[in-house]
């Protein structure tokens, strides 16, 4: 209760200094538009559909480009874990490619995909991919051999060794990338929206830079923040505390 | 009762008869061992060269019988229940269970480890239903198998708790029921209840009696500690070290279920250890294991506790 109260004095707090701001008068309001002004265009776009056409676009696509990016990660982490020649060769590949910004990506893309929603499902694919992959293989290397033999030793081989032992086991390490990997793809269909002009949620701050509406650019922005906000709350955080209640992580 | 009159059913097997009579013949009334191990050996390369953990081992186990490989740390014993297992593979030899050759691990012969291996992500039924699901089984059919394994551990009532609420001994039930339920034609046991508590490895050694008196599964069990072998074994097997052979067998003879401090018991562990001590001076030498200490198990053992005066004038 306490926590509440001081984090909504904060924003009280917060709020008002930027209406001060504003209110004082130094920079013009298509620099620094009012909370009151943003709060106005907020509704507004809401009213008339624009943001939840927005919104519905960009969770499409990265729907589409984190799932594809979930299955195929979980599969070569997989594989770069458990196979040696993978391990050797592609293993250190990927841990390369990830320090690459998932932007430079984009000249390809719009080579191999052209300028639409499918250049920027790879942007999304590419920016979450690597995360669980090597999550995925640091995941599996950490399962201890103690619960493959056991396993084993009670008819689990192949691919029901995978789905009922390894991946169960290597479940908390590719959590952790799924979430790295979800902030990353967050990040990547921004910047493919911002510079390909295909309606989404970038796309309409876009609108707004043109527009010189800076109240429409901080809207969209608050949009981004919550739904960010409310996906790590509905889902990361409680699949993270089932798996440490579980897995006996906390005292519950 | 004196040492040497509780000891009289302990049977010294000259093993090297034994094992050529051994060779002839494998099928014993017309029916298989259950458990077959024909010159198994096996070596591993360390940086001080070559290590013969197992060298020609020869083995037998019969139908329902409960049978302990004893032998101090690092002597194979371990290997030699892996490669039984199949989660090893012996050098050279083979190994039989019934009529077929063993290559791979099989659910006929499963294992407990001494972490009980439980799977954290599952709770206690679910742990205890996972070979069964493997195997096949529905839904219903494996929760009432698994119940009724849980129950022979008396641990029915944790069903649903959470592997880490468990204690150690506790998870070793579960482990022992999670076995049993896939009904296998072996169990193998290594080493499993050497990281318990003394109080907690008497409770246990006392149920896998009971167990084995009901079920009758062959049961290989590995363990350093010869009173614990004395305890539940048919014919005690032991192993030397480095490299690892087969240098005696004893047959104990007493009434189920045994008592960890009955006096019998005590007077075999004790015979068995001054007959061994040779051999295990000479592990000694080279390695100490703290979890271990042989020297202590003997001296406790071997030496009678000398008589102080408490008054009382009895």
């Not at chain 1, 293989?137 to 399962?143: E, H, L, N, Q, R």
């Not at chain 1, 979430?179 to 967050?186: I, L, V």
């Amino acid at each position: 209760m306490q926590s509440i109260l001081k984090r909504t004095m904060f924003y009280i707090l917060f709020v008002g200094l930027w209406e001060g701001l504003f209110r004082l008068g130094i920079w013009p309001e298509y620099v620094l538009p009012s909370p009151v002004s943003v709060f106005k265009t907020l509704i507004h776009g809401f009213q008339n559909h624009t943001f939840l056409i927005g919104i519905a676009i960009s969770m499409k696509r990265i729907a589409i480009g984190y799932g594809i990016s979930i299955v195929v990660g979980i599969l070569l982490g997989l594989l770069i874990g458990r196979v040696r020649i993978f391990e050797e060769t592609l293993g250190s590949f990927f841990t390369g490619l990830q320090t690459l910004p998932t932007i430079c990506w984009l000249p390809l893309a719009l080579l191999w995909f052209g300028l639409n929603d499918r250049s920027i499902i790879f942007l999304v694919f590419m920016g979450a991919v690597l995360s669980i992959t090597i999550a995925t293989d640091a995941g599996v290397k950490s399962v201890p051999s103690l619960y493959i033999r056991a396993a084993k030793t009670m008819g689990a081989k192949g691919w029901k060794l995978y789905l009922e032992v390894i991946i169960p086991a290597a479940l908390p390490h590719i959590i952790t990338g799924m979430k790295q990997g979800w902030s990353f793809a967050w990040r990547s269909l921004m910047a493919g929206e911002l510079l390909i002009v295909c309606l989404g949620l970038g796309h309409l701050m876009m609108i707004g830079r043109e527009l010189n509406d800076m109240s429409q650019v901080i809207a969209v922005m608050i949009v981004i923040i919550i739904i960010g906000i409310l996906v790590d709350r509905l889902f990361f955080v409680k699949v993270e505390q089932r798996i440490r209640e579980r897995w006996g992580l906390v005292k519950v | 009762m004196t040492e040497s009159a509780g000891t009289e059913n302990l049977i010294d097997i000259d093993h090297v008869k034994v094992d050529n009579e051994r060779q002839k013949s494998h099928k014993v009334n017309g029916v298989w061992p259950k458990l077959r191990v024909q010159h198994v050996s096996k070596s591993f390369q360390s940086k001080n060269g070559r290590v013969d953990v197992l060298e020609d081992i020869n083995l037998e186990i019969q139908q329902g019988e409960f049978v302990c490989i004893v032998g101090p740390s690092g002597c194979g014993k371990t290997t030699l229940l892996n490669i039984v297992a199949g989660l090893e593979k012996a050098d050279s030899g083979e190994v039989w269970a019934d009529d077929h050759k063993i290559n791979g691990a099989g659910t006929d012969r499963v294992v407990i480890f001494q972490e009980a291996a439980l799977f954290p992500w599952l709770n206690v039924v679910k742990n205890v239903e996972f070979g069964l699901k493997l195997k096949g089984f529905n839904g219903k059919e494996r929760r009432n198998i698994a119940i009724e394994y849980l129950k022979m551990v008396h641990l029915s009532k944790f069903q649903h708790a959470q592997v880490h609420e468990l204690s150690g001994g506790m998870k070793q039930r579960v482990a022992i029921a999670r076995a049993l339920a896939m009904n296998p034609e072996m169990l193998l046991m290594d080493e499993p209840f050497s990281s318990l508590d003394a109080q907690t490895r008497w409770i246990l050694h006392y149920e896998l009696q009971n167990i084995w008196l009901k079920t009758r599964k062959t049961i290989l069990f590995v363990t350093h500690n010869i009173r614990e072998a004395v305890c539940l074994a048919d014919r005690i097997i032991i192993l030397s070290t480095s490299p690892g052979k087969i240098k005696k067998e004893f047959l104990v003879e007493l009434p189920r279920p045994r008592d960890d401090n009955d006096v019998n018991v005590a007077g075999y562990s004790t015979r068995i250890m001054k007959e061994l001590k040779a051999e295990i001076n000479k592990v000694m030498k080279c390695e100490m294991d703290a979890d271990s200490c042989v020297e202590c198990d003997i001296k406790c053992t071997t030496e009678v506790p000398a008589k102080t005066d408490i008054g009382g004038g009895i």
